[in-house]
């Protein structure tokens, strides 16, 4: 169990990708010091060393999962774009991952229905505001060459993406980003203008 001596950052990224593979393969509810030890090939001691309790641990592993798995678009996203093609795009994006993330997907489910803290609570619902506020000014500017409630816009468009997140969990095989763009497509080209 002696291992190379790494760099801090470095065996802290082990740790945390060990726990994410304790996660997925046994459920969250699993994650301890010792299995996560045993799958990093390191003492119980040095996970202690890092995260300092198993819940230090796994708010670490949730930071990891938010900053990851909720990203939303970068900032300046599709300005260059119209309204229409820029919203498109950006939830074109946000349903293709799906597929790629759904491993990332289900531990922050799992976070939020089973680790039922307020602590845990809390910073996933911090984290889907950054979110929800990385799309603010796409869906804004659709929302209002459109006639829309900007917030109430955003707040469908973010349920039908969560709904898809849902979808890929647990129907992978049958989830289709592709048949979900369509539907988008038409509800976006249904919307009144006020143009």
Request: glycine share 6%; no cysteine; aromatic share 8%.
């Amino acid at each position: 169990m002696v291992g190379v001596k790494k760099p801090e950052i470095e065996r802290r990224d082990d740790i945390l990708a060990a726990a994410k593979t304790v996660a997925i393969r046994s459920g969250l509810e699993t994650v301890s010091a010792r299995t996560v030890a045993a799958e990093a090939d390191l003492s119980n001691g040095l996970i202690y060393f890092y995260f300092e309790s198993k819940d230090g641990l796994l708010h670490a592993l949730l930071a990891r999962l938010l900053s990851t798995t909720l990203d939303g678009p970068e900032n300046g996203f599709g300005s260059e774009l119209p309204a229409d093609v820029a919203l498109f795009h950006m939830v074109a994006t946000e349903l293709e991952g799906l597929h790629t993330q759904r491993d990332d997907v289900d531990l922050l489910f799992q976070f939020y229905f089973f680790r039922q803290s307020t602590e845990f609570r809390d910073e996933l619902n911090t984290g889907l505001s950054r979110y929800a506020d990385t799309m603010e000014p796409i869906t804004n500017r659709f929302a209002h060459e459109h006639g829309l409630a900007p917030d109430a816009f955003r707040s469908t468009l973010i349920a039908l993406i969560q709904g898809a997140a849902i979808d890929v969990v647990r129907r992978p095989e049958e989830f289709s980003a592709e048949k979900l763009l369509q539907v988008v497509a038409a509800l976006a080209s249904a919307a009144p203008s006020s143009r």
